[in-house]
């Protein structure tokens, strides 16, 4: 099962992002653990700058912008 | 084009996004004003820039380069009257994403009201590049090719 870490500290871009991940994931029908971050030393403590970030298992993909629902099922297909 | 915020520490990572431009139709009805309104929201977003199907219906030529040079040209038409995407074909400008409001369950008129629900469905259809086609217009000549203009598909012979 994969994991996938959606760190933000809860505007709006960062709840678009988590929306987003959830699209993919439910696009996909693959099963995954989604897990919120927004706690900013938690974030901080990752060495990421930039929000919103994804992580997938532990690999961090995009920081600074929102992806959207095709750009996220490519980085799940390990495409990025 | 920039389309979002950038950070001269260089510390983002991942690809850049892809630069897109946003043309909503802007018609009178409740859905057209919605295109305005979901725009303007994506722009927010990140999601890309807004700009005026009015500047480009007119043949601006900064526009039109700038709307060839995007990634991504996102259209918003409120209704299958689709004026903002013919007005975006007439130009030769690609369309990358097609999104028609009505067709996302929102009904045009008589009302000119709407819902904050109602933007966000169009925001997140976008997000989901739910109007994405497979292959992208190619550009085509300007009042040319096989669309007169009449939205019937007839090649102009109706």
């Known amino acids: 099962m994969v994991t996938i870490e959606v ?9 678009r992002q988590l929306s987003n991940v959830e699209a993919a994931v439910k696009q996909l029908g693959i099963t995954a653990e989604i897990v919120k971050v927004d706690d900013m030393a938690e974030i901080m403590g990752r060495g990421v700058m930039m929000l919103p970030a994804i992580i997938i298992d532990g690999d961090l993909k995009i920081s600074g912008r929102v992806a959207d629902v095709p750009e996220i099922k490519k980085f799940l297909a390990g495409g990025a | 084009m920039a389309q979002q915020q950038t950070c001269s520490c260089g510390s983002s990572t991942g690809p850049a996004g892809p630069t897109r431009i946003i043309f909503p139709c802007a018609g009178q009805a ?6 305005n309104l979901a725009a303007i929201q994506l ?9 005026c ?12 380069a700038n709307a060839m040079n995007a990634d991504e ?10 004026c903002a995407k013919k007005i975006a074909e007439a130009q030769g400008v690609p369309v990358g994403q097609h999104l028609v409001i009505t067709e996302l369950g929102i009904t045009k008129g008589p009302s000119k009201s709407f819902t904050e629900d109602d ?7 976008c997000w989901k590049g739910e109007g994405r086609k497979k292959n992208p217009a190619k550009p085509g000549k300007k009042n040319g090719g096989n669309d007169s203009g009449c939205g019937c598909g007839c090649g102009g012979t109706c």
């Open chain 2, 73 to 82: 040209v996102v259209i918003l038409d409120g209704c299958p009257m689709v």
């Open chain 2, 43 to 51: 722009t927010e977003e990140g999601y890309g820039n807004i700009a």
């Open chain 2, 119 to 125: 933007i966000g469905k169009i925001v997140a259809a």
């Open chain 2, 53 to 64: 199907v009015a500047l480009l219906a007119i043949g601006t030529e900064s526009l039109v």
């Open chain 2, 30 to 35: 409740n859905t057209g004003q919605l295109t």
């Open chain 1, 7 to 15: 760190l933000g500290t809860g505007c709006a871009n960062c709840k």
